[in-house]
T-cell receptor, first 110, second 115 residues
Framework: EDQVTQSPEALRLQEGESSSLNCSYT??????LFWYRQDPGKGPEFLFT???AGEEKEKERLKATLTKKESFLHITAPKPEDSATYLC???????????FGEGTQLTVNP | KAGVTQTPRYLIKTRGQQVTLSCSPI?????VSWYQQTPGQGLQFLFE???????NKGNFPGRFSGRQFSNSRSEMNVSTLELGDSALYLC??????????????FGPGTRLTVT
């Protein structure tokens, strides 16, 4: 059974204080690892897809990396508008469903 | 390009009733997936439809069903509602071209409350 574990559950940062979110996974053949951002009362917003170990992708202050067992979402010099829940999901080669972690709730204080 | 739309956005039902939720995918997307999100269980996969056929199904009871129409719009139905069915129901659509097949884009969700 595919499993995704995210840590920490919650993270509080000061504006400008860089940090990383972790996503550990076990999957029977990884097709892709996905990062989403979710604001309260809204649907998840797609951020990145990573397909193979060693791959990195960047978008503004966010950078996602992938190894064979985990992924990191690095947040550089965050701003209050980066506050949200960040979700990690994996998709196995055996099917199209996404298996999600519980998410990391990020709060960035001004 | 318009995003995924879901209707209604909010719904209050009574135990024992049934409910139908609707999802319109992004134009050109032919795959539609449904997920249930609750504080205790997180996001869980319900089922996926492609070209009007259910391709994949999660571990939910038979009270949860869905269908897809020829224009790729999808509906999901929950019969005999239980209190535990209260959740945010999310629809996601994806393209079919190989390089973009796997990225799923979510709608705003339908918040269902069962009393």
């Amino acid at each position: 059974e595919d499993q995704v574990t995210q840590s920490p559950e919650a993270l509080r940062l000061q504006e400008g204080e860089s940090s990383s979110l972790n996503c550990s996974y076990t999957v029977s053949g990884l097709r892709g690892l996905f990062w989403y951002r979710q604001d309260p009362g809204k649907g998840p917003e797609f951020l990145f897809t990573l397909y193979s170990a060693g791959e990195e992708k960047e978008k503004e202050r966010l950078k996602a990396t992938l190894t064979k067992k985990e992924s990191f979402l690095h947040i550089t010099a965050p701003k209050p508008e980066d506050s949200a829940t960040y979700l990690c999901a994996v998709q196995a080669t055996s099917g199209s469903r996404l298996t999600f972690g519980e998410g990391t709730q990020l709060t960035v204080n001004p | 390009k318009a995003g995924v739309t879901q209707t209604p956005r909010y719904l209050i039902k009574t135990r024992g009733q049934q409910v139908t939720l609707s999802c319109s995918p992004i134009s050109g997307h032919r795959s539609v997936s449904w997920y249930q999100q609750t504080p205790g269980q997180g996001l869980q996969f319900l089922f996926e439809y492609f070209s009007e056929t259910q391709r994949n199904k999660g571990n939910f009871p038979g009270r949860f069903s869905g269908r897809q129409f020829s224009n790729s719009r999808s509906e999901m139905n929950v019969s005999t509602l239980e209190l535990g069915d209260s959740a945010l129901y999310l629809c996601a659509s994806s393209q079919t071209r190989p390089t973009l097949w796997y990225e799923q884009y979510f709608g705003p969700g339908t918040r269902l409350t069962v009393t």
